[in-house]
Nanobody, 123 residues
Framework: QVQLVESGGGLVQAGGSLTLSCAASERTFSRYAMGWFRQAPGKEREFVAAISWSGGGRAYEDAVKGRFTISRDNAKKTVYLQMNSLKPEDTAVYYC????????????????WGQGTQVTVSS
């Protein structure tokens, strides 16, 4: 059972930056591909970014390309989401997820989920 704990959310003005972290309990963290998803009020949870177990493969949702960067530190068992040039439409609860499978954009591609961290971008 992999436990994931997100942190780093908060309130930021439009144009600002935040870095989210997701710490994993699993000692074999380096075997897992990781993803970030978000869910805005009244909307479905959607894919944001994903990274392969080695860090060599990355995928992004079109709306965040060029603004967000996903990375990981396997020694620290942590995955990060650096978010720059934030927009009010980025406001959501952000979740990290883990899978022993390949990098995926679909929710069903992940086996483990964190509890989420709130990101609010004011205009």
């Amino acid at each position: 059972q992999v436990q994931l704990v997100e942190s780093g959310g908060g309130l930021v003005q439009a144009g600002g930056s935040l870095t989210l972290s997701c710490a994993a309990s699993e000692r074999t963290f380096s075997r897992y591909a990781m993803g970030w998803f978000r869910q805005a009020p009244g909307k479905e949870r959607e894919f944001v970014a994903a990274i392969s177990w080695s860090g060599g493969g990355r995928a992004y949702e079109d709306a965040v390309k060029g603004r967000f960067t996903i990375s990981r530190d396997n020694a620290k068992k942590t995955v990060y989401l650096q978010m720059n040039s934030l927009k009010p439409e980025d406001t959501a609860v952000y979740y990290c997820a883990a899978t022993q499978g390949a990098v995926a954009r679909e929710l069903y591609g992940y086996d483990y989920w964190g509890q989420g961290t709130q990101v609010t971008v004011s205009s």
